[in-house]
């Protein structure tokens, strides 16, 4: 027995070995002979593999809406949404939180990202970091507030670092979710919302990287827009809280302004300077025909709402109102609201708050 076998012997008889029995970590048929196929072959197996993911995101939206709920509801009361996640997961929570403030104008602290390791596993991998339960328990004991709602990533759904974050956050009063890939998780009856995503065996087994990583960057894809929605951060199905930090977005800003409101471009540049740059003020000037200082009261009255749902079970679908291309005088009626919707618009019209 040489020295090196001698050490490895030695090494793994003081390191942990756990063998998981996820689906993540079972073999996919369709792949066995991948190394024999060839490139053109490998690539129609994944993409075929890949197929799978949004049908199984759609097999759990109920879920992913009572979590949409929760968040909301959170953030509405000054509370936080956390993420706590390790390796490919994890990342993609950093990832997640770190286009919402850019995006939807978000405040910095509404999504805070934690990942296994620290910042250097954003680049790296940090050995055995996913596997301390202990490390985890104590950030979520050290961030994590009563009120505040806390998502755990991991797509085995046993993670040691994400379990122990979130049953400290239970301890401490805070709603708990946890996203994997193994429907069958144990830990599924340990949390508020349990969103199993059935993806199956990965076409390199146990490469989570692929499908489970797909999957969850979809859910969170569809989580943090629909609660940015809820908050008032989109009208109709345009962005009207983003913040421009390049020339691109600048622009774009301008072509939000002419989508929704009909106005020339000139028109919308003048609004919007006006505005200071916030992009929703200038909307609701616009569409109201209201003086900026109206419109940015009469979103402070609307908790930021520009419209609102028609009714508690439907949202409102039709489209927003498109005015005619010309500004009209200040105070002058732009749009009449209309039934059945509530308007930061019908605010500035009536002068309600």
Same mark, same amino acid.
């Given at each position: 027995?040489?020295?090196?076998?001698?050490?490895?012997?030695?090494?793994?008889?003081?390191?942990?070995?756990?063998?998981?029995?996820?689906?993540?970590?079972?073999?996919?048929?369709?792949?066995?002979?991948?190394?024999?196929?060839?490139?053109?072959?490998?690539?129609?197996?994944?993409?075929?593999?890949?197929?799978?993911?949004?049908?199984?995101?759609?097999?759990?939206?109920?879920? &992913?809406?009572?979590?949409?709920?929760?968040?909301?509801?959170?953030?509405?009361?000054?509370?936080?949404?956390?993420?706590?996640?390790?390796?490919?997961?994890?990342?993609?929570?950093?990832?997640?939180?770190?286009?919402?403030?850019?995006?939807?104008?978000?405040?910095?602290?509404?999504?805070?990202?934690?990942?296994?390791?620290?910042?250097?596993?954003?680049?790296?991998?940090?050995?055995?970091?996913?596997?301390?339960?202990?490390?985890?328990?104590?950030?979520?004991?050290?961030?994590?507030?009563?009120?505040?709602?806390?998502?755990?990533?991991?797509?085995?759904?046993?993670?040691?670092?994400?379990?122990?974050?979130?049953?400290?956050?239970?301890?401490?009063?805070?709603?708990?979710?946890?996203?994997?890939?193994?429907?069958?998780?144990?830990?599924?009856?340990?949390?508020?919302?349990?969103?199993?995503?059935?993806?199956?065996?990965?076409?390199?087994?146990?490469?989570?990287?692929?499908?489970?990583?797909?999957?969850?960057?979809?859910?969170?894809?569809?989580?943090?827009?629909?609660?940015?929605?809820?908050?008032?951060?989109?009208?109709?199905?345009?962005? &009207?809280?983003?913040?421009?930090?390049?020339?691109?977005?600048?622009?774009?800003? &301008?072509?939000?302004?002419?989508?929704?409101?009909?106005?020339?471009?000139?028109?919308?540049?003048?609004?919007?300077?006006?505005?200071?740059?916030?992009?929703?003020?200038?909307?609701?000037?616009?569409?109201?025909?209201?003086?900026?200082?109206?419109?940015?009261?009469?979103?402070?009255?609307?908790?930021?709402?520009?419209?609102?749902?028609?009714?508690?079970?439907?949202?409102?679908?039709?489209?927003?109102?498109?005015?005619?291309?010309?500004?009209?005088?200040?105070?002058?009626?732009?749009?009449?609201?209309?039934?059945?919707?509530?308007?930061?618009?019908?605010?500035?019209?009536?002068?309600?708050?």
């Amino acid at each position: 027995m040489t020295a090196g076998r001698v050490e490895r012997d030695e090494l793994s008889a003081v390191r942990p070995v756990v063998r998981v029995g996820a689906p993540t970590e079972r073999r996919n048929p369709h792949s066995v002979d991948l190394d024999l196929m060839s490139t053109r072959d490998v690539l129609t197996v994944i993409n075929d593999a890949d197929r799978r993911v949004p049908a199984a995101v759609a097999a759990v939206l109920d879920k &992913i809406a009572e979590t949409v709920d929760l968040a909301v509801a959170a953030l509405r009361g000054g509370h936080r949404v956390h993420y706590f996640g390790a390796g490919t997961s994890g990342r993609l929570g950093v990832l997640d939180a770190a286009e919402l403030a850019p995006t939807f104008n978000s405040p910095q602290h509404w999504f805070c990202s934690h990942l296994a390791g620290g910042p250097d596993a954003m680049w790296r991998a940090v050995e055995d970091a996913e596997d301390d339960d202990r490390a985890g328990a104590a950030e979520a004991a050290e961030c994590v507030r009563p009120g505040d709602l806390v998502v755990g990533l991991a797509a085995s759904g046993r993670t040691p670092y994400v379990l122990g974050a979130l049953a400290a956050s239970r301890a401490q009063g805070a709603g708990t979710v946890l996203l994997c890939a193994n429907p069958e998780a144990e830990a599924a009856s340990s949390v508020d919302v349990f969103i199993g995503v059935d993806t199956g065996p990965e076409v390199v087994t146990g490469s989570t990287r692929m499908k489970a990583g797909t999957a969850q960057k979809l859910v969170l894809n569809t989580f943090s827009t629909a609660v940015m929605v809820r908050l008032g951060r989109v009208y109709s199905n345009l962005m &009207i809280d983003m913040v421009a930090t390049n020339a691109k977005l600048r622009g774009r800003m &301008i072509s939000i302004l002419m989508e929704a409101t009909g106005c020339a471009e000139e028109v919308c540049r003048r609004a919007l300077h006006e505005a200071d740059g916030d992009l929703k003020t200038a909307l609701v000037s616009l569409v109201s025909g209201a003086e900026v200082s109206a419109a940015r009261a009469a979103l402070a009255r609307s908790a930021d709402q520009v419209r609102r749902r028609a009714g508690p079970a439907r949202l409102l679908t039709r489209p927003a109102p498109r005015p005619r291309p010309t500004r009209p005088a200040p105070g002058a009626t732009r749009v009449t609201p209309r039934s059945g919707t509530s308007f930061a618009l019908r605010i500035v019209h009536r002068g309600v708050g």
